[in-house]
């Protein structure tokens, strides 16, 4: 065998054909592919960013490319989309939804806020970002998880109810943290709602060493057995923190392990079992393949095209995620 010399450069990884066409096509575009942390690890490997909603909102800001490809779901490039109103923004398929968007239609929402102004409440409408641009613009606040203990603290005024949707769980749990006077909308994550109690405990049992974390968007039931609740990022910050060797149980959507892996091999990471699906992978995200990431940079489309709502939503989305935080959150989630 030939001795390796140290100064040879490690030879390029062998990438599959599809991938390999996404490489040319976005040197052809001069495109930034931003992923989610819930895309098949295949796709967060030809990112150039990859991130929770607040992360890739931000970062969104930064690119100074043409072309953005969004590889989430369809209200994620809407922000990247509202936040660069200049650039083309692409989404490997317009049909990746979210169930918490499903759960607040804007027809609603309006109809309730006349329901709580007719009777004289004084409210500030807080929306979660997994929301539609029209229940956006409906809003006076837009929170990831990462920022939402900040602007539920010390953005909404003292003497205002809040009116948190669509994430009945994240409002529950920001109501606890904070103490603030919610009234919280009737929707969930159709991934983070199904975590069976069940068999958390019975995980738990089997290995009494591991830590087990869980997102904010799970059951009370769920968050009350993890010994860490946050959001993706503030669940890799906490993961950083163990030198060892640990075991983790993880209750939240499954390719966030991908990224765990990546980052901290040493561990090693046990999903939390869904009660109807053990898989825990969001069927939205989901839609998005290598091959659509590449046909939607063959045929730059499907686009998002700029919508009369976007213009409120993108105001609201601006002051709530691109101002620094008022101060460090007590709980930090990260996102
Ligand atoms: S994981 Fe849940 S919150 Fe995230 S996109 Fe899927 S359904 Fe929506």
Redesign the pocket.
């Known amino acids: 065998m030939p001795a390796i010399d140290s100064r040879t450069p490690a030879p390029a990884p062998v990438l599959d054909d599809v991938s390999a066409e996404i490489l040319d096509l976005k040197k052809q575009l001069g495109a930034t592919i931003l992923a989610h942390y819930?895309q098949e690890g295949e796709i967060q490997a030809l990112a150039d960013i990859t991130g929770d909603s607040l992360k890739l909102a931000r970062e969104a800001t930064k690119v100074d490319s043409p072309v953005i490809v969004f590889c989430g779901?369809l209200f994620m490039a809407e922000t990247a989309k509202m936040l660069n109103p200049a650039k083309t923004v692409l989404l490997p398929d317009l049909k990746a939804g979210?169930?918490?968007?499903d759960a607040c239609p804007a027809d609603k929402l309006e109809h309730y806020q006349e329901v709580l102004r007719a009777n004289d409440r004084k409210f500030q409408t807080v929306c979660y970002i997994?929301s539609s641009a029209k229940v956006k613009a409906l809003s006076d606040w837009v929170v990831t998880s990462g920022n939402a203990e900040d602007v539920v603290r010390n953005k909404v005024p003292p003497g205002y109810e809040i009116l948190f949707v669509p994430d009945k769980h994240l409002g529950r749990y920001l109501q606890e943290l904070t103490g603030r006077d919610m009234i919280l909308w009737d929707g969930s994550?159709?991934?983070?709602e199904i975590f069976s109690v069940v068999d958390l405990i019975k995980q738990k049992k089997e290995h009494p060493k591991a830590v087990t974390i869980a997102h904010p968007?799970c059951p009370q039931n769920i968050l009350q057995l993890a010994d860490f609740a946050g959001g993706t990022e503030a669940m890799i910050k906490h993961v950083a923190t163990y030198k060892e060797p640990t075991e983790f149980l993880v209750a939240t959507?499954a390719n966030m392990m991908w990224e765990l892996e990546r980052r901290y091999p040493q561990h090693a990471y046990l999903g939390v079992p869904g009660i109807t699906c053990s898989c825990n992978k969001?069927p939205?995200?989901a839609r998005n393949t290598l091959e659509k990431v590449r046909d939607c940079m063959k045929n730059r489309s499907p686009e998002i095209l700029w919508q009369p709502e976007f213009d409120k939503a993108k105001e609201v989305l601006a002051r709530s995620l691109l101002n620094p935080p008022v101060t460090a959150p007590v709980h930090p989630m990260g996102d």
């Open positions: 819930y779901v979210c169930s918490l968007v997994n994550c159709m991934v983070h968007e959507e969001c939205h995200m």
